[in-house]
């Protein structure tokens, strides 16, 4: 057996926990310390040399922290927030790329302009693990952290695409084009989302048939490398399509896995990420000096110093830049005399719903019930773009928030061996997100602190799910019926049991806290009759999801309560 191998991981572990640690208490990001602490480990006498494939981090760490990020974003924000996050991922991401490619061609000799954008697509990507870290410890708003972690979990797929271009460009005839470029990224997009949704989608179908949480977990594992694989081989982007089985399996796994399968899930995951994350932060840190040795013959102090410097610069006049376009049509868009003139166009849909005669059929119910919730959600996102606005302050914070993580070291060390300047752009890219860490990692901190963001109090969060539960169970009893006209194999139910559930037990159900009738010949009947409320109430809960009259985090407060009710009544 391997003892230094055992000893290395265990002080891997142990440097992690102390990292996450020393953060909370100083408010230092873990990434940076880690890398740090990489950094250090690398010079100690007797370290181990430490070869990490970049294949390893692309193929098999970057699709677990994907899928376990896009299952827990909500689709509702993700929705409301898609033209800002896509300008971001994509255009931002592209454009990053070409501008930094021109500048260091022109700037550096030796660097061809396909190497130069090889350089700026694998900068290009934000890592979101720092800045949310600290937004969240801070209190950033959720609308914010909804942006920087949807631009994370996207620009990562764009960049690896014009990575891929730009490095078969360098060794093809006829150099980069911006057709070339466009049909790849097209059919990298296509085909990823279609792999995603597949993948998605017929895994919720089995996993929902398991009725293990263990075996459920255990199929989720694979979830990411079921659709990383065959994206990859079919020459679309892996990541993307990892993203997208990620969302789709946080949207249904609302409706078709248990409480217990979820909470299981949740747990395991919240794990798995923090060790994944920090080994590659750790590790990060500690290829510097391979790097370095890489470089020595290729390079001077000087010239690789400049380039990063440049590379930086252009990043962060690149992102503020890029921002301003967001800044200004969002200023317009949640504008007053908009926002009135939406509401005016609801309305005015709304009285042509009611002037409708009654349906005929179940079919025209159910495209009239379909009306009114597309009606009901488009007033909930102005009500939200009013209520929720992403201020100045807000766009200077996500300007600032330019933090490189490990996947850019990773996808520079993909550039194919033996084309000229490889160690050069290598080494800086990995000088840059470590420069990038450290510079915003630091001063983020003191300037969300600065901004003075106001979220929601206590009290307001209280009200938000007292109101939302209110609303469900309202919804629940006109769903399910009065307690006195239900039934249990077509028999009616005991007058004294349906109203002992009417006064004692429903509202303690309705309000999340759930209750178990102990008379021993009852336990059954209101087992059922409970389960069936819940049940309703459920529906109701992820069609108001649907909606978005409240904030996310509302609804995943309601549905914590829903399930705490759920595996009370499972264990019963």
Same mark, same amino acid.
């Given at each position: ?56 981090? $692309? ?18 924000? &993700? ?78 797929? /764009? ?156 990043? $962060? ?91 850019? &070291? ?57 109101? $939302? ?5 309202? /919804? ?97």
């Amino acid at each position: 057996m391997n003892h230094q191998l055992l000893l290395v991981v265990g002080a891997a572990l142990a440097i992690m926990v102390a990292a996450s640690v020393f953060s909370r208490r100083t408010g230092i990001a873990t990434p940076l310390l880690l890398a740090v602490l990489g950094i250090g480990a690398s010079y100690l006498p007797g370290a181990p040399t430490v070869d990490i494939s970049p294949e390893v981090v $692309l193929a098999g760490v970057l699709p677990a922290l994907l899928y376990a990020s896009a299952v827990n974003l909500p689709v509702l924000d &993700v929705r409301r927030n898609v033209s800002l996050i896509g300008w971001l991922s994509i255009v931002m991401v592209v454009v990053s790329a070409v501008v930094i490619g021109a500048v260091v061609h022109l700037l550096f000799s030796g660097i061809p302009f396909a190497l130069g954008v090889a350089l700026g697509a694998v900068v290009s990507p934000t890592d979101a693990v720092a800045a949310t870290a600290i937004g969240r410890r801070l209190g950033l708003p959720p609308r914010l952290m909804t942006v920087l972690e949807g631009e994370s979990l996207v620009n990562d797929a /764009s960049a690896l695409v014009v990575l891929r271009t730009a490095t078969a460009a360098l060794t093809a005839a006829g150099g980069l084009t911006v057709w070339s470029t466009a049909v790849d990224f097209v059919w990298a997009v296509a085909g990823a989302v279609g792999i995603g949704l597949a993948v998605g989608w017929l895994t919720v179908l089995l996993r929902q048939r398991l009725d293990d949480p263990v075996l459920n977990t255990t199929i989720s594992f694979a979830v990411p490398f079921l659709a990383f694989v065959p994206a990859e081989e079919a020459g679309v982007s892996g990541v993307l399509a990892v993203v997208v089985a990620g969302l789709v399996t946080g949207t249904l796994g609302s409706r078709r896995f248990s409480a217990r399968d979820r909470q299981t899930q949740a747990t395991t995951w919240t794990t798995a990420s923090f060790v994944l994350e920090s080994a590659v932060f750790l590790g990060m840190g500690y290829q510097l000096p391979q790097l370095l040795e890489a470089a020595h013959d290729e390079t001077t102090v000087g010239r690789i110093s400049a380039l990063v410097v440049v590379v930086v610069a252009l990043l $962060l006049v690149l992102r503020f830049v890029g921002l301003l376009w967001p800044a200004l049509t969002g200023r317009a868009a949640r504008g007053s005399d908009r926002g009135e003139a939406l509401r005016a166009r609801y309305d005015a849909f709304e009285e042509k719903l009611d002037a409708m005669s009654p349906p005929a059929d179940e079919r025209e119910a159910s495209r009239l019930g379909w009306a009114r919730r597309r009606l009901a959600r488009g007033r909930a996102d102005v009500d939200f773009e009013q209520r929720e606005p992403i201020t100045g302050r807000g766009y200077l914070v996500l300007a600032w928030a330019g933090m490189r993580g490990v996947v850019t &070291v990773a996808a520079a060390q993909t550039i194919p061996e033996g084309t000229p300047q490889r160690a050069t752009v290598v080494l800086a890219a990995f000088l840059v997100a470590l420069v990038t860490l450290v510079l915003f990692g630091l001063t983020l901190p003191w300037l969300i602190a600065r901004m003075d963001f106001r979220s929601a109090d206590g009290v307001e969060r209280r009200d938000a799910v007292q109101a $939302l539960l209110r609303q469900v169970g309202e /919804s629940a009893v006109d769903a399910v019926g009065p307690v006195e006209e239900q039934t249990i194999d077509g028999e009616p139910v005991d007058p004294a049991l349906a109203s002992r559930l009417r006064e004692e037990v429903l509202p303690r159900l309705l309000a999340g806290a759930g209750h178990l009738d102990e008379h021993p010949g009852a336990v059954e009947q209101m087992l059922i009759l409970q389960r069936r409320y819940l049940d309703a109430m459920r529906d109701a809960l992820l069609t108001e999801r649907d909606i978005g009259a409240y904030p996310s985090d509302t609804y995943k407060r309601v549905e914590a309560m829903l399930d705490t009710v759920e595996h009370r009544l499972d264990r019963s």
